[in-house]
């Protein structure tokens, strides 16, 4: 080229185009002991799973591509988040209910207590002497304990026994941290507290948490519950109860409401009601997904699922999630070629293709911040690594075809099991439809959760039908629906032309309701 010649202009690129679009989605949403759960119908077919040779960022693990075929079933809307994940991890197995492992309530790095407080802290107060009661008194304080967690008040269990075994000026520290107080009485007698005969340690808290202006929450024993009265030598002393009926009088005379329980049930019930005008539901960690999960934990998530609900919860298959996430696509992505920051959270410092820079947030988001793919899903693309059922294997070869987890034969427990979707850490490559990651089912980091799955008994290539134990039931129909179809002699694909049948939000059928739509068909 001479001096001083310009070169032509290059032609300027198209720009990029986010894929958005408004599809037909149908939510159904499980509702049972203070758990939502927002569930999406994933309609049966087939696509090649795997990424193509030449996608940027593609490992060998991720082929070779092969075709899968798939019945329908239900997929989270969302990752589980915090507040789904406490009201499980609180719930006490019921008759025939057998939990295999416990479930840590808080287990999760962001939105903790710890990075919160003291924001919707709750301070519970009691005493050591529940601890040498009969199991019928301890259980008051377990009840308040779920009551507290469910509704969303964060609070460590570290906190009780600092509660009752250190002096009175531990509990002020605890106080400092909280927002809200919360006393159980009526279950204690008066004791010697430092140089303060006359004054119980439950009474003194209550004169702390009056002196920091918390707003406080009593409960106290109604005297008629025979069940809850106290062991037989608190009763010898009948000073020790006159004054708790002069400490609650000069409660009730201060202008505070005495909530009188009768047994554990009913206490939390009054405290889940009393809590909820504290703004327990606009807590900021609500909508965080849970992480700090390991597979292990997310399995035991499940199995309480299944025995309360009857319905055959548990993690999907890769198979499973990658055909749910790709939603129909091809590209890299459920949106398209690239990854933005307005589509995911992942570490969008890093590009992907012809994507531009962004924000790398370094932490989880609220589920639901960003847009969904074309079946209704939610973060499938980054925030958290999902766990899945399958083992690793590193490669698709001999994989099946029918959209089963793939399990190793005579593998030990410590065998490494699927993760898929990326995480907030992750760079967009890491977060795409096809890539696969893996660790040992006992790991639990704070880029790792997952998001559960509803299957009858196995993946299905037959119509779409799923059978609820072991009975055929067209479970993603309300009752109303199926009438309607049967009546029309029309298949269930065309619920999706129904009236009214964009983005439902339908209970999921109850067992009586399966039979009775098995009895229809």
């Known amino acids: 080229m001479a001096p001083g010649e310009r070169s032509a202009s290059p032609a300027p690129e198209a720009p990029l185009r986010l894929v958005r679009w408004r599809g037909r989605t149908q939510v159904f949403v499980e509702r049972i002991d203070g758990l939502e759960l927002p569930m999406v119908r994933i309609p049966a077919g087939r696509f090649a799973m795997g990424s193509p040779e030449g996608e940027e960022g593609r490992s060998e693990a991720e082929g070779p591509v092969h075709e899968v075929r798939l019945g329908e079933f239900l997929l989270g809307r969302t990752p589980i988040t915090q507040e789904q994940w406490r009201v499980v991890a609180a719930w006490e197995p019921k008759e025939g209910e057998r939990w295999g492992r416990t479930l840590n309530l808080h287990p999760s790095r962001f939105g903790s207590w710890e990075a919160s407080a003291p924001l919707n802290r709750t301070f519970l107060s009691y005493s050591q002497e529940l601890l040498s009661y009969p199991d019928r008194a301890r259980s008051y304080v377990k009840a308040a304990e779920r009551a507290i967690h469910a509704v969303g008040h964060v609070q460590s269990s570290s906190d009780f026994p600092a509660a009752f075994l250190k002096p009175a000026n531990a509990s002020a520290a605890l106080m400092d941290r909280c927002d809200l107080f ?231 427990d410590s065998a490494d099991r699927l993760l898929r979707g990326g995480s907030w850490s992750s760079f967009p490559g890491g977060c795409r439809s096809a890539c696969r990651g893996h660790v040992r089912p006992g790991h639990a980091s704070s880029d790792v959760g997952f998001r559960v799955m509803c299957l009858p008994q196995g993946p299905s290539t037959g119509p779409v039908f799923i059978t609820d134990r072991g009975r055929p039931a067209h479970v993603l129909l309300s009752i109303e629906h199926y009438r309607r179809l049967a009546g029309q002699q029309a298949s269930i694909v065309d619920l999706l032309s129904l009236p009214g049948s964009e983005d439902q939000d339908l209970p999921l059928p109850r067992q009586e309701e399966l039979a009775r739509a098995a009895d229809l068909s």
Request: hydrophobic share 35%; aromatic share 10%.
């Open 182 to 412: 919360v006393g159980l009485y009526g279950l204690r007698y008066g004791e010697r507290v430092g140089d303060r005969p006359e004054i119980s340690f439950t009474e003194l808290e209550f004169d702390l948490a009056t002196e920091r202006g918390l707003p406080r929450l009593i409960f106290a024993v109604d005297p008629e519950a025979a069940e809850l009265m106290p062991p037989a030598e608190a009763l010898e002393n009948r000073e020790d109860g006159e004054r708790q009926r002069v400490f609650l009088q000069r409660l009730a005379d201060s202008g505070l409401t005495i909530h009188r329980f009768r047994h554990p049930d009913h206490l939390a019930a009054l405290l889940v009601e009393a809590l909820r005008p504290y703004g327990a539901q606009d807590h900021p960690d609500r909508l965080l997904p849970a992480e700090r999960v390991s597979w292990e934990d997310a399995m035991e998530f499940c199995s309480r699922l299944r025995q309360r609900t009857g319905r055959h919860f548990t993690l999907p298959s890769e198979a499973q999630w990658e055909y749910a996430c790709r939603s129909g696509t091809k590209t890299p992505f459920a949106f398209g070629e690239t990854l933005t920051d307005e589509l995911a959270n992942d570490d969008a410092s890093k590009t992907y293709g012809k994507g531009p820079k962004g924000e790398f947030r370094q932490q989880t988001t609220p589920v639901g911040m960003f847009p969904a793919n074309a079946w209704g899903l939610q973060d499938m693309h980054g925030n958290v690594w999902e766990w899945c059922l399958d083992h690793w294997h590193e490669s698709y070869k001999g994989a099946p075809e029918d959209g089963s987890a793939w399990l190793k034969d005579n593998a030990n």
